[in-house]
């Protein structure tokens, strides 16, 4: 599946009860944008108890929405959009998804399930060393990944809802992934070889041979055998003629210093096979 997912932003007037007052919704298929879901949403909660911040955010004033429907009335429409798709949302967990729930529950409607990631948590994931303020919002994200940015448009759903799809694209193609499955292999792909703490040789074997066995990593690590004189990579000691014959690829004076070689690729094998979760249920 290539990259096939729906980008979804909500703005909500409130932090408490059915508070969604704008819906978007893009669908990508191959990273590219296509069929777009947006629509306002009167909220349920009442006009005297808007939030300011929440309203200086979004700009929404009541009478942008005051004859709109609830999200009773659009909820079914959501769903037939997304479908079943992946659901992409920038700051899902502490923002869009528990509105979601909460604008359900007010209603009593039964909340489906699906599967979905967040770019917050993924820009989180691959830049965690980013400095500055507001340093994974999807604005600064956007801009730091070379997307068009149109600041007067930030926080309308449709809009946010667009640019977190392109945002969740150009993280995909950063760790060359084509599918969205693909992306958390990538990223412990990019940083395994990335770290600098791992010695520059073997980061370029396994930048070379990923899927290789850590066996074929170690005879790939020295094109030539060592030279009389030439000392062992793990603990500086001279090594025997024996030594380069038997530990001939990986240039090591004994068993130990073999076995220390050997765990090390472990651990980057292990880093490489445990990739980090990025697509979750709804419900976890
Ligand atoms: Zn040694």
Redesign the pocket.
Known sequence: MPLDFTAVDLEWVANQGAAICSVGAVRFRDGKPQEAFDVKVRPQTPYSQWEQWAIKKNHVTFEDVMFEPEWCDIYDDFLDFTGEDVLAFHNAKSADLPHLEKACDSYDLAYRPFDYLCTYSLSKLMFPNRQGKGKHTLSSMCKAQGIDWNASLYHTAAYDAQKCGELLVSLARLVNASTLQDISRGIAFRNVVSDKTIPTDMRSVIEAMPDATIEEWINALYETPANPGDK?R??D?PLSSKARKQYRPAH???AP?WHRLEQQFEQQKKLLDQPPELIRPSYS
């Open positions: 062992c793990m603990c000691q090591c004076c004994t210093c």
